[in-house]
């Protein structure tokens, strides 16, 4: 579509907007500062850089799908990032998981450097990128059995503490170099398949590890840690050590913030209920945007009522740039960009959608007990030409459109993606 129709439809909606008390304008200003946090890990299928194959096995995590190509190192990870970055409108940062580093031979989880990820750092700062970060706790010798910093032996434990330990020191490196915080969030697949013998004293050793890891602080302008907790998982389906109860409890004693994933809590179980709750008790949150069908299957996030619930009551938050927003997904069953691309503008059209609710019009119905009408006023704003205010907004961010972006990944599929 040119640029002169989209500016046309524009308009059109604008009114239409505007006769509910809708300013679109503001709503659009209001959506450039949301940034997502793009997780590297759907490029490849989190296979990493490490010099052992990974295998996920005892981490609670399975793949399914091969389509044809797969990123198979950081050049090629960086080049499908970029691409993926371009058919997303605003700015944005990057989500690196720990064995995305380039390590030049062998070298353990327990040693890693932030000379690791120079290469990284250098191509944040070309695209004036901020760069987060996320321990590996999983596809590791040591974590086979499903248990890392809740294990018995105090040798494993001591391991993964100093791995995890690493991370935040090359977190707090990224915070330094680009000027800006490194969000790290810590997940671990610790749990046990049937019934525990004794869940006390596993979460008494996770506390304790933390309480070791935690006891280098680091400013809050380069690093951000967060906890993210999780109901159950393959392998895991009897005791997970590391539940939300737990993490929350942790995280507000300690001044953590918690990770909610959309996909770790019961299905029926609304995690947008939560947002208002915690963020009263704690300064931040982050959100993992996932898609779980009947289990945690990380399926690429769409713009559903899920979706669109959770972000209604982010933007209601007074103050929702303490709502830290990244995607968590990993789906080898179609091409990878896409599902980036697909994921990332869900996520904004689903925060635009909610920015263009008459809420004032919605409050002072359901004050003055006119339930009728204040739902009414919901189902009248889903009539209203949407579309066109987002494709100005794609328009406003020389990003593609709704209906051409997918072209440009079919382009990139034959030109790129096929000759690996």
């Known amino acids: 579509m040119d640029r002169l129709s989209v500016e046309k439809l524009y308009q059109e909606a604008r009114q239409k907007y505007a006769e509910l008390g809708v300013d ?21 299928d989190i296979q990493g850089f490490e010099w052992q194959e990974i295998s996920l096995g005892g981490s609670g995590l399975q793949l399914t799908g091969n389509y044809p190509g797969r990123a198979r190192n950081a050049a090629e990870l960086r080049q499908d990032l970029e691409k993926a970055l371009s058919l997303i409108p605003g700015k944005h940062r990057v989500n690196l998981h720990a ?45 086979a059995d499903g248990l890392t910093l809740s294990h018995p032996r105090k040798e494993i434990r001591k391991f993964w503490i100093e791995h995890v330990r690493c991370c935040r ?3 707090a490196y990224f915070g330094r170099e680009l000027k800006s ?9 610790d749990g046990l398949k049937d019934l525990p013998s004794d869940r006390w004293v596993y979460r008494q050793f996770l506390r304790e590890s933390l309480d070791e890891i935690f006891e280098i602080e680091y400013s809050q302008t380069q690093l951000k840690d967060s906890l993210e907790s999780k109901l159950f998982g393959l392998g895991s389906e009897a005791f997970v050590v590391g539940s939300h109860e737990f993490y929350l409890a942790y995280a507000i004693k300690k001044g953590k913030m918690v990770c909610l994933d959309l996909g770790h809590f019961h299905p029926t179980e609304s995690v947008a209920d939560k947002i208002s709750s915690i963020l009263q008790f704690s300064d931040e949150i982050l959100l993992h945007l996932s898609r779980g069908l009947r289990w945690d299957s990380d399926h690429v996030v769409i713009l559903n009522d899920e979706l669109e619930t959770l972000a209604e009551e982010i933007v ?4 929702p740039e303490k709502v830290h927003l990244a995607l968590d997904y990993f789906d080898p069953s179609l091409n990878r960009v896409g599902a980036w691309v697909l994921g990332a503008r869900s996520v904004l059209r689903s925060l635009l959608k909610a920015l263009l609710l008459p809420w004032d019009l919605i409050k002072q119905a359901e004050l003055s007990g006119n339930n009728l009408a204040k739902l009414t006023y919901r189902q009248i704003a889903r009539d209203l030409p949407f579309g066109a205010v987002w494709d100005y907004y794609c328009l406003l961010h020389d990003s593609p459109t709704e209906s051409e972006w997918l072209a440009e990944i079919r382009d990139y599929e034959d030109q790129v993606l096929s000759q690996r």
Do not use: M
């Open 24 to 44: 679109t304008d503001r709503a659009l200003e209001s959506l450039k500062s949301f940034h997502l946090s793009i997780h590297c890990w759907q490029g490849d």
């Open 99 to 143: 064995i995305y580093g380039e390590f030049n031979g062998q070298v353990e989880r327990n040693e890693y450097e932030p000379a690791h990820f120079r290469g990284w750092l250098e191509w944040a700062k070309s695209l004036d990128l901020k760069l987060d970060f996320n321990a590996t706790c999983f596809g590791h010798p040591k974590a």
């Open 169 to 171: 020191k090359i977190a």
């Open 181 to 189: 915080w490194s969000l790290h969030n810590l997940w671990i697949p």
């Open 316 to 319: 209601k938050v007074p103050n």
